[in-house]
């Protein structure tokens, strides 16, 4: 079946490491999105990519990067910049940015990570 | 994007009752999509909206985009324990921005 899997499922850092999520699709789609969960304040966007080897910032993108070096993979690194990085994090994609408004996303089942 | 703000923030119910969520913007919306998360889950698409006036059913759940496109509805008819979680609406930005902008949610419980 396609889908979009992210792993690990949880996460825990300490405080002043970077960390990596990964996030890899087989539904052949050429956008994909990185958004933050935190309770009460629904999904916000980190940074999404359109196709390969491009990406944009989204609305909370500082203390955050990602590449978009093959279409089925958008890995996410939090950095020790992010001051506040404990949050349930969502991968999406969709068959392409415009597509997006017919077709909706297809999420991840999302990465825990907590830094203590 | 376009902000859209979804009332009630919590929704209660009692099993087997009917409840309706919204989700309203001060701007026209170009389409309106929901979604639903489970607790514990990942969010999911149910459908979209594209016309003024729209009605579409799926099962118990009828969702509705209002006349002037500033608003849209989620009703639940006989609500089951299965309805547990949280809907989201979200809308595309305005023209050349087709990301999607989520509302904060209503999270629905359901009491047996």
């Known amino acids: 079946d396609g889908g979009i899997t992210q792993s690990p499922k949880y996460l825990f850092r300490k405080e002043g490491q970077n960390v990596t999520l990964s996030c890899e699709q087989n539904?052949?789609?050429?956008?994909m999105y990185w958004y933050r969960q935190d309770p009460g304040q629904g999904l916000r966007l980190i940074y999404y990519?359109?196709?390969?080897?491009?990406?944009q910032k989204g609305d909370i993108a500082e203390g955050y990067s990602v590449s978009r070096e093959k279409k089925e993979s958008f890995p996410l690194t939090v950095t020790s910049a992010q001051k506040n990085p404990t949050a349930f994090y969502l991968c999406?994609?969709?068959?392409?940015?415009?597509?997006?408004?017919?077709?909706?996303?297809?999420f991840g089942s999302g990465t825990r990570l907590t830094v203590v | 994007g376009q902000q859209v703000m979804q009332i009630p923030q919590y929704q209660h119910v009692q099993e087997g009752e009917d409840f309706t969520t919204y989700c309203n913007s001060s701007?026209?919306?170009?389409?309106i999509q929901w979604y639903k998360q489970r607790p514990g889950g990942h969010p999911v698409f149910l459908i979209q909206?594209?016309?003024?006036?729209e009605v579409k059913k799926q099962k118990r759940l009828t969702f509705q985009f209002g006349e002037a496109k500033k608003n849209s509805s989620l009703h639940i008819t006989a609500t089951q324990t299965t309805d547990v979680g949280t809907y989201f609406c979200?809308?595309?930005?305005?023209?050349?921005?087709?990301?999607?902008?989520f509302g904060a949610g209503t999270t629905v419980t359901v009491r047996a």
């Open positions: 999406a994609s969709s068959i392409s940015l415009i597509g997006a408004s017919w077709f909706g996303y297809t």
């Open positions: 539904l052949n789609h050429d956008a």
């Open positions: 990519s359109q196709i390969v080897n491009d990406f």
């Open positions: 701007t026209t919306l170009s389409n």
């Open positions: 909206l594209v016309k003024s006036g």
């Open positions: 979200a809308n595309v930005g305005g023209s050349n921005d087709y990301k999607l902008s």
